[in-house]
């Protein structure tokens, strides 16, 4: 094969240029020709190339050259179609049409019936052809010399002993008995006196024999001998008796092509079916009547699908093409084309059906845009992502104006089929552009559709202004006056709420959403009672993943002993509960903040004693006058203490006031916190102990309570301890109260229940005694004094005359 090959190639390369480059070859029945597929050099398209070897097969010259010259002066649609040919001395070279030996599709019996009625049809009329106007016997019709062409039309071939009857020196009579396999198909008179007998006889009756046979070979698969050809079972019986009359051994009563082709077409014979029907008139289809057009088209969309497609692809369908563009054949033949192109590969479909399509698109005629906008859906596949975004949606969205509703819909509705094809850019610029303008068609259903549109397009949508787009046309649409198009809102929104945020839900879509619970019509109720449960647990949904708060926690220390709101709580039931034990602790928090700033200034207590004001370190510092050192200030958390157990303001005896505020406290914890800075009030060192007893009763030396001070301030001098008073201007006589503690330990009958012990300070040596020194009854703690430098200090004395001094206001504000 590979030998035969570069022969071939060497034997063009020496003779005149064949631009056509040859295939593998094809195997068919005997014959003086070599069949190969082949291709055309300049653009690669298919045919097949008849070689004849001279040098090879010199004697059957005469039958090859003379095929060759028929071939080129014989033209007939079912005759071979010949592209170019090269004859030099060593080769013959014939191109034709991509062909495929009939052959195959016989010893394979895979035609069906309608396509061998048909392909016999068109044998019959290219015989009839042959016979009639070309005065020729062709005299070698056989299955082997029938081809089928890429359409599926069958075409004759085998013209090498072709004759004109009007010959004399015809070749037929001297080249006919050598033919391969002529003593199968050589008719009975022939084979007894000779091809000479042909002038003798009608001249279609050596033809009209063989296509007796090949009718037999085609419906029965093969043919052995001339004792076959009374079986005609396989035949269709519409078909048998004028079969018969074709094999008649009577040259004279044989039946000519002609006549057997118009018995066939008669109504209801063997060749009256829709296919052949079909093949007639797809030929003038574009110079039939209007109504002889809408007849043929009406047949042609009831084929059914076992005719061949090959046929349909290449011979009908461009015809059809033609008519829709150019003659006239209307939406009904576009529909036919759509029907025949969902068989052709995608590679046909772009060559055959795509460019006509795009320019059917910019037909400015209605009738064929609504046919295009209805058949979109058979071909969007098949039609390229660049094509269907650059050149047809551009002459789509003219439809969007049109002053014709129909035009506008399916417009609108062809959207949700090119969407898939559109670019971004076009979806979110040209498209939505077009869409606003649909969603206020004077149309309500126009409108409705353009909301269902947008629904099923979301998706497709521009994450950055998808929210945006649907937002506003949804809420305008749910207050379109038409029910239908609420409806269709509402579902939009139903289906598209996974493309809105939780803040859109609540502050724009809800809001939108509820006049339509109470609307007119229980359609729209209804449907928005579902959106609205959607859009709720979008909402619940959303809920769970948010924080309980966004304030930040307080990152400030807090006061000291000053209860929290968390602590108020601790302990508290769930419930109404733990929040009133919330606001609860809440309530005393802030009044002990007011109750712990309270001596801000100098106010008098409860019992006639002075409160010292706080320094700016919170504590306060003993006075430097003549007068025995005034006790240091608490702080907050002792206040707090004190302010809780002191006695109540409404207590007026003397001798209670004096023993509650003086006498000694109920053993108490060691508030280290709030006691630690205690060491700063220490004037030197010498004097610790002193200051320890002044720490010590300085706990009940307090304000009971902001009404205790107004009792205080009320009267001019009130009682102060057992024996002491109050001078006119409210300051404490301490040197009277020092005289009156000392007349209690020599008369133990006027103590109220134990002897009070004088505090530390004043028992100390180097001024007069007051009396002698005793315990304390109660168990005082040392509180803890911080180190610093010592200063030196003098023994003060303590003067117990009483004190009449006016201005002892004046000497408290020096000492502090």
């Known amino acids: 094969m590979d030998f035969l090959k570069s022969a071939v190639a060497s034997a063009i390369a020496k003779g005149p240029p064949f631009p056509y480059n040859f295939g593998d070859k094809v195997?068919?029945?005997?014959?003086?020709?070599?069949?190969?597929?082949?291709?055309?050099?300049?653009?690669?398209?298919?045919?097949?190339?008849?070689?004849?070897?001279?040098?090879?097969?010199?004697?059957?010259?005469?039958?090859?050259?003379?095929?060759?010259?028929?071939?080129?002066?014989?033209?007939?649609?079912?005759?071979?179609?010949?592209?170019?040919?090269?004859?030099t001395d060593s080769y013959i070279y014939i191109a034709?049409?991509?062909?495929?030996?009939?052959?195959w599709h016989v010893k394979r019996k895979s035609l069906?019936?309608?396509?061998?009625?048909?392909?016999?049809?068109?044998?019959?009329?290219?015989?009839?052809?042959?016979?009639?106007?070309?005065?020729?016997?062709?005299?070698?019709l056989k299955v082997a010399s029938i081809y089928t062409s890429e359409s599926g039309e069958w075409k004759i071939g085998g013209f090498e002993v072709l004759s004109n009857v009007k010959d004399d020196d015809a070749l037929i009579y001297r080249y006919g008995s050598v033919m391969p396999d002529s003593g199968r198909y050589t008719p009975p008179e022939l084979a007894n006196g000779g091809w000479e007998v042909i002038k003798k006889s009608p001249h279609h009756a050596v033809d009209s024999y063989d296509f007796g046979i090949l009718i037999y070979e085609v419906f029965n698969g093969s043919f052995m001998g001339s004792d076959q050809l009374g079986q005609a079972k396989s035949i269709p019986p519409s078909m048998q008796a004028s079969y018969k009359r074709l094999i008649n051994a009577n040259p004279k009563a044989r039946l000519s092509a002609a006549h057997f082709l118009e018995q066939g077409l008669r109504n209801g014979s063997f060749f009256d079916s829709p296919l052949i029907k079909l093949t007639e008139g797809v030929d003038n289809l574009g110079i039939k009547s209007e109504t002889e057009r809408e007849a043929f088209l009406e047949d042609l969309d009831q084929l059914s699908d076992d005719f061949p497609e090959d046929f349909f692809k290449m011979k009908v369908l461009p015809e059809l093409l033609k008519s829709v563009e150019f003659g006239g054949g209307g939406p009904k033949a576009f529909g036919v084309v759509m029907k025949i192109a969902t068989k052709l590969s995608n590679e046909d479909f772009d060559t055959k059906v795509t460019p006509v399509v795009v320019r059917l698109f910019g037909n400015p005629d209605r009738a064929i845009r609504v046919c295009l906008l209805d058949n979109l859906s058979l071909m969007i596949d098949r039609l390229p992502q660049k094509v269907v975004n650059d050149k047809i949606f551009p002459q789509i969205v003219a439809g969007f104006t049109d002053v014709a509703p129909i035009v506008r819909e399916q417009t609108l509705k062809s959207v949700l089929v090119i969407i898939t094809k559109l670019s971004d850019r076009t979806i979110n610029g040209d498209l939505l552009?077009?869409?606003?303008?649909?969603?206020?068609?004077?149309?309500?259903?126009?409108?409705?559709?353009?909301?269902?549109?947008l629904g099923k397009i979301a998706k497709y949508l521009g994450t950055s202004n998808r929210a945006k787009v649907l937002i506003a046309a949804f809420t305008r649409s749910l207050r379109d006056p038409f029910v239908h198009a609420r409806n269709a809102s509402l579902m939009?929104?139903?289906?598209?709420?996974?493309?809105?945020?939780?803040?859109?839900?609540?502050?724009?879509?809800?809001?939108?959403?509820?006049?339509?619970?109470?609307?007119?019509?229980?359609?729209?109720r209804d449907q928005a009672n579902k959106t609205m449960d959607v859009y709720l647990q979008r909402i619940r949904k959303a809920q769970q993943d948010m924080p309980e708060t966004v304030i930040p926690p307080e990152t400030a220390q807090p006061r000291m002993s000053t209860p929290q709101p968390t602590?108020?709580?601790?302990?508290?039931?769930?419930?109404?509960?733990?929040?009133?034990?919330?606001?609860?602790?809440?309530?005393?928090?802030?009044?002990?903040?007011?109750?712990?700033?309270?001596?801000?200034?100098?106010?008098?207590?409860?019992?006639?004693?002075?409160?010292?004001?706080?320094?700016?370190?919170?504590?306060?510092?003993?006075?430097?006058?003549?007068?025995?050192?005034?006790?240091?200030?608490?702080?907050?958390s002792a206040l707090h203490r004190q302010a809780l157990k002191s006695p109540s303001p409404s207590t007026t005896t003397t001798q209670s006031t004096g023993d509650s505020f003086f006498g000694d406290p109920e053993p108490q914890e060691d508030d280290a916190d709030a006691w630690g800075d205690m060491g700063d009030m220490d004037d030197d060192a010498t004097a610790g102990a002193g200051d320890d007893n002044w720490g010590a009763s300085s706990e009940h030396s307090q304000p009971a309570s902001s009404s205790a001070k107004r009792s205080v301030s009320s009267s001019s001098k009130q009682p102060f301890g057992s024996g002491g008073v109050v001078d006119d201007d409210g300051e404490p006589d301490f040197a009277g109260w020092l005289a009156a503690q000392a007349e209690k330990k020599k008369n133990p009958l006027g103590a109220a229940a134990a002897p009070k012990t004088l505090p530390?300070?004043?028992?100390?040596?180097?001024?007069?005694?007051?009396?002698?020194?005793?315990?304390t009854t109660a168990v005082k703690k040392t509180l803890p004094i911080s180190k610093k430098p010592a200063a030196t200090a003098t023994v003060?004395?303590?003067?117990?005359?009483?004190?009449?001094?006016?201005?002892?206001?004046?000497?408290?504000?020096?000492?502090?």
């Not at 005759?79 to 170019?84: A, G, N, P, R």
């Not at 061998?116 to 020729?136: C, E, H």
């Open 27 to 87: 195997d068919f029945d005997p014959s003086i020709w070599t069949l190969y597929n082949g291709t055309r050099r300049e653009d690669g398209s298919n045919c097949s190339i008849f070689s004849f070897d001279i040098s090879a097969n010199r004697s059957a010259l005469p039958l090859a050259k003379n095929a060759l010259k028929k071939l080129r002066t014989l033209r007939h649609p079912g005759v071979i179609k010949v592209l170019d040919t090269v004859e």
């Open 96 to 103: 034709t049409e991509r062909l495929v030996p009939l052959s």
């Open 112 to 140: 069906s019936l309608e396509t061998a009625k048909w392909g016999l049809y068109s044998v019959a009329k290219t015989l009839k052809f042959i016979n009639g106007d070309a005065s020729s016997i062709h005299g070698n």
């Open 433 to 453: 552009r077009y869409l606003a303008k649909t969603a206020n068609d004077e149309q309500p259903g126009i409108r409705t559709n353009t909301t269902i549109c």
């Open 492 to 524: 939009a929104l139903a289906v598209t709420v996974e493309y809105f945020s939780s803040e859109d839900c609540a502050t724009r879509l809800i809001p939108a959403l509820s006049p339509l619970l109470i609307d007119k019509e229980k359609l729209i």
């Open 567 to 636: 602590e108020a709580a601790t302990g508290s039931s769930s419930g109404s509960g733990a929040v009133a034990a919330a606001w609860a602790g809440w309530a005393i928090s802030s009044f002990t903040n007011k109750l712990s700033s309270a001596a801000g200034e100098m106010q008098p207590n409860g019992s006639g004693a002075p409160s010292p004001v706080p320094s700016a370190s919170g504590l306060s510092t003993p006075t430097s006058t003549t007068t025995p050192k005034r006790p240091t200030s608490s702080s907050v």
């Open 760 to 775: 530390k300070g004043l028992a100390k040596t180097g001024s007069a005694k007051v009396g002698p020194p005793t315990s």
């Open 796 to 816: 003060k004395k303590i003067d117990t005359t009483p004190k009449v001094d006016v201005d002892g206001d004046d000497g408290w504000g020096d000492g502090w």
